[in-house]
């Protein structure tokens, strides 16, 4: 029986101090990139990115495009999906700010992907929204937060 490898793309958010941390990928051919952020700007948005598109299928999303090749600047992501991806990260970025509960988040869902909206997967990525925030809460100050993302 043939078991594949999965490629996957490492993603390490840095905690550098209360207004900024960095960003920085590893794909799986190898190249890489860094980017240095304010955290009141960015950081909530990303992780909403990470869990949305984590738990739905969105191949091109935002770390879809970067683990394709696309810079953590923005510079290359692009494509048909990339609107869904960031209208869902933009909406779940306001509900991890507010601590929105799952019916929020199954709102929005139905909102903007009614064909996918359930009480299950809005359930998925409120929980997801939970541990990263946890996980962020955790990392001390010039430490690493690290994610795998399925290329």
Known sequence: MWCGILSVMNIV???TSDVKHTVAVTRSNGSSDRVELNSRSFLR????HFAVESEIPIKRGFW??????????GDG????EIWLAESLAG???TLMRVNGEIERYLEVLERLCP?????????RIHERVRQLRGQ??????????RLIWPE
């Open 77 to 80: 992501v692009d494509g048909a």
């Open 13 to 15: 958010f840095t905690k």
């Open 115 to 123: 064909d996918l909206a359930d009480n299950k997967l809005a359930a």
């Open 64 to 73: 879809g495009c970067v683990a394709a090749g696309a810079s953590l600047n």
């Open 136 to 145: 962020w809460k955790a990392t001390p100050y010039r430490r690493d937060m």
């Open 91 to 93: 909406s779940v970025q």
């Open 45 to 48: 948005h990303d992780l909403a």
